[in-house]
């Protein structure tokens, strides 16, 4: 899934997965901050993203 | 007429007559050049109906679903892979399908001959590894293989992967084709790049559905794309919920595509929508080792988990 | 109606002029094929196609189109109220339609501007239109326009029609809208009704594909409904809609709301009788749940209800796009052979 998300053009860095267990809270907490901080890196989304429908 | 189709029709009587199976799927001529049409035959006088020739390119995989009769069906390589992946997704029975296997030569895409050809295309005519197309500014011969679908050029399996009975001899395979330099092309570009590629592909698309529906693995019974309760995605012309369906539609067949073509050629505008399965075709073989529909006896990668799939995307 | 002469060298200056008074379409090539868009001042239309992929209803009638728009959010004055879209309802110039797509719009008005029911969107869009035809000189071997009512020098539904004849077109102002057009592009010269007459008369002889509708009318409807043949004429049908998509005559369409947030709007896109959703019950229950019922159901309407309904012929003008473009070769031609030739209880040969 992320492989092509990434092949149609959404940037690397975006999308993120982790498996994370429940006891895990430190990862939890470096996961988190890393997304943030590369999805941050990237800027809002320019791509994907419908506001309202386009009409002929 | 070709030794194929002979030996097809031979078949087909045969089974009819023996009351093996209810009723025989294949393909008839068609009424405009370059196309033939899918069709069934239950009387074994009729068979004579049947033909093979290069333009039974839509996969008659996608014929045989919820279908309770026996049946026989006329399948080439990559039909037969689909045949296979609907029998290990538990949509048709193994002994509910007896498989008429057709050694393939590739289809003859027919965007190809009409572009190649002087005016309009009136007939197209096969033999011995040449096609001749005559057209309204006249008449003009080309290599089989100049003007075979893109898919089928690059077929890594064009013999039957399963099949009770063989319709010709084997054909060769061309195992050192290189199947993937469209898609490291994309692969090789930017983000923007990418999205423009797509942006473009898509320019023209009507949201018909027909390469959904020309595919043996789209057989949910109402697609995502049809609910409106949720609407999952907009039903109109906006680019946003174009793509969206294009994006899952090829998600939806990671793992089970076989590069069969049939969802380019239905195609009315002519879109490469491989452009998109071809992504996670390639993505399947490399990371997973896996073609889709080779053999009965072993479960495709995403219904399964193994230790050492693959995990590099997750943190 | 009088006969025009256009030199092509005339004609590309007075199209040029028609730009400013009229909003310009005309054929253009996109991606493998031609379609109906917008030009640009500059840009001609491109008469190199027999005819675009899809027809030109959609100029008319566009796939997606706004029928009103809201919002939710309490603090805006005008929340809660249905508001019509701003929408560009001045003149447009369609330059280079075919016979078989203008006679169509004919068809297609008889559902949507009729005395009890009008669609508002459908009249304003096609009373801003003028039809400048082009004739067809050289027909495809899957139209069969002239079995369908019209032809490829037929003038119905058109405001100008014109016909290649190498460096000039011969051409023929029909309507007052057409008068107003040829005014504003300045073309004035004489042309010869005569000459356009043999060429008609050339092209219509030239239209190979015959098809067979005069009984379609006499035929009992429940027979035709209940005939044997469905399910083999069905079978290879995947239920695509191509066919309904590209037909310049299929006029259904779905009603959808799309909301982000407090902002909304109801849109009409095309749909097909070809779908399975298309008659879906809110109960699940689904009167045309198999693919051979909605097969039926196409050509039923198209050849027999339609036929019944308004006397105005089939609804259908020949145009050949389904035949050519149906993924697996389902032919309306061939269909309607046996609709016409069924007779209850004899085999029909399919
Ligand atoms: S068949 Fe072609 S036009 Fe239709 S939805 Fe698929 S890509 Fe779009
Ligand atoms: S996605 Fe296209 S190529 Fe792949 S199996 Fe379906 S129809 Fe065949
Ligand atoms: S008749 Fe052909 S084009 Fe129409 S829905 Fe069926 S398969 Fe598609
Ligand atoms: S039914 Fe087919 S041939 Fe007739 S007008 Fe529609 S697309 Fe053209």
Redesign the interface.
């Known amino acids: 899934m992320k492989g092509l998300l990434e092949h149609m053009g959404i940037e690397p860095g975006r999308l993120h997965f982790s498996w994370i267990s429940s006891a895990e809270s430190t990862k939890f907490v470096d996961v988190v901050s890393q997304v943030t901080e590369s999805v941050k890196a990237l800027g809002p989304a320019q791509n994907f993203i419908k506001r309202e429908p386009k009409v002929a | 007429m070709n030794a194929m189709t002979d030996k097809i029709r031979q078949i087909a009587r045969r089974l009819l007559e023996e009351g093996k199976v209810d009723m025989v799927v294949g393909f008839r001529k068609g009424t405009v050049p370059m196309m033939s049409e899918p069709c069934f035959i239950k009387d074994s006088a009729r068979v004579d109906a049947l033909v093979w020739d290069g333009n039974c390119g839509i996969n008659l995989a996608n014929y045989l679903t919820r279908r309770k009769e026996r049946m026989a069906v006329v399948a080439k390589g990559c039909d037969t892979r689909n045949i296979v992946t609907h029998i290990i997704e538990n949509q048709i029975r193994r002994e509910q399908v007896y498989i008429i296997g057709v050694p393939c030569q590739g289809m003859i895409d027919k965007r190809k001959v009409k572009n190649l050809a002087d005016g309009e295309v009136l007939s197209v005519e096969e033999k011995d590894g040449k096609v001749v197309v005559t057209a309204g500014g006249g008449e003009k011969s080309f290599d089989r293989t100049a003007l075979l679908q893109d898919n089928c050029a690059i077929c890594h399996h064009k013999n039957p992967a399963l099949s009770d009975e063989l319709a010709g001899e084997l054909v060769r395979e061309n195992p050192d084709v290189d199947r993937y330099e469209d898609v490291r092309k994309v692969e090789a570009m930017g983000a923007a790049e990418k999205w423009k590629f797509f942006d473009e592909l898509l320019s023209t698309c009507i949201r018909c559905y027909a390469c959904r529906n020309a595919c043996p693995l789209c057989y949910c019974p109402t697609c995502f794309v049809d609910e409106s309760k949720p609407q999952w995605v907009g039903k109109g012309q906006d680019p946003t919920d174009t793509r969206t369906f294009h994006f899952l539609r090829a998600f939806h067949c990671a793992g089970r595509c076989t590069d069969c073509g049939s969802c380019e050629r239905a195609c009315p505008m002519g879109i490469p929508v491989r452009q998109f399965t071809k992504k996670l075709e390639k993505d399947a073989k490399e990371l997973f080792g896996w073609e889709a529909g080779m053999t009965l006896d072993a479960r495709p990668p995403l219904d399964t988990f193994r230790p050492d799939d693959p995990g590099a995307f997750i943190k | 109606m009088r006969d025009l002469k256009i030199a092509k060298t005339d004609w590309a200056k007075g199209v040029e002029k028609l730009f400013g008074p009229y909003r310009v379409f005309g054929p253009k090539k996109?991606?493998?094929?031609h379609?109906f868009a917008r030009l640009e001042k500059g840009e001609a239309p491109d008469f190199s196609c027999?005819n675009t992929?899809?027809s030109a209803k959609?100029l008319i009638y566009?796939?997606?189109?706004?029928m009103f728009e809201y919002t939710l959010d309490p603090n805006k004055p005008d929340h809660h109220v249905h508001k019509e879209p701003v929408k560009d309802y001045s003149p447009m110039a369609v330059l280079g339609i075919r016979p078989c797509d203008a006679k169509a719009f004919t068809l297609v008005k008889l559902n949507f501007d009729t005395p009890e029911y009008k669609d508002p969107y459908w009249i304003k869009n096609y009373a801003a239109a003028t039809f400048v035809g082009l004739a067809c000189d050289?027909p495809?071997?899957?139209c069969f326009c002239t079995s369908a009512g019209t032809g490829p020098y037929d003038t119905a539904g058109l405001d100008v029609l014109l016909a290649d004849a190498g460096d000039f077109f011969l051409a023929k102002v029909l309507t007052e809208k057409g008068e107003k057009l040829v005014a504003a592009a300045g073309w004035a010269g004489a042309g010869d009704a005569g000459a356009f007459e043999a060429k008609a008369k050339a092209a219509g002889d030239k239209v190979v594909s015959k098809v067979n509708t005069a009984k379609l009318a006499g035929k009992v409807t429940n027979d035709l409904h209940a005939a044997p043949f469905w399910e083999?004429l069905a079978?290879?049908c995947?239920?695509?809609?191509?066919c309904t998509?590209?037909c310049p005559t299929c006029w259904c369409f779905?009603i959808?709301d799309?909301v982000?947030g407090t902002?909304g709007?109801r849109?009409k896109?095309w749909d097909?009788c070809m779908?399975?959703?298309f008659t879906m019950h809110g109960t699940g229950h689904n009167p045309r749940g198999e693919k051979a019922q909605r097969v039926r159901q196409r050509f039923m309407h198209k050849l027999k209800y339609f036929v019944d309904k308004y006397g105005a012929g089939i609804h259908c003008v020949g145009c050949g796009r389904c035949?050519?473009?149906c993924?697996?070769?389902?032919?309306i031609?061939?269909v309607a052979e046996i609709m016409n030739g069924y007779e209850p209880g004899k085999d029909c040969a399919v």
């Not at chain 3, 996109?30 to 094929?33: A, K, V």
């Not at chain 3, 995947?238 to 191509?242: E, F, R, S, V």
């Open positions: 996109e991606g493998l094929f379609n027999k992929r899809l959609g566009p796939q997606t189109e706004k050289a495809c071997h899957a083999d079978f290879a995947i239920n695509c809609g191509t998509y590209l779905d959808q799309e982000c902002e709007c849109l896109n097909s779908y399975p959703l035949v050519t473009a993924p697996v070769n389902i032919d031609r061939r």
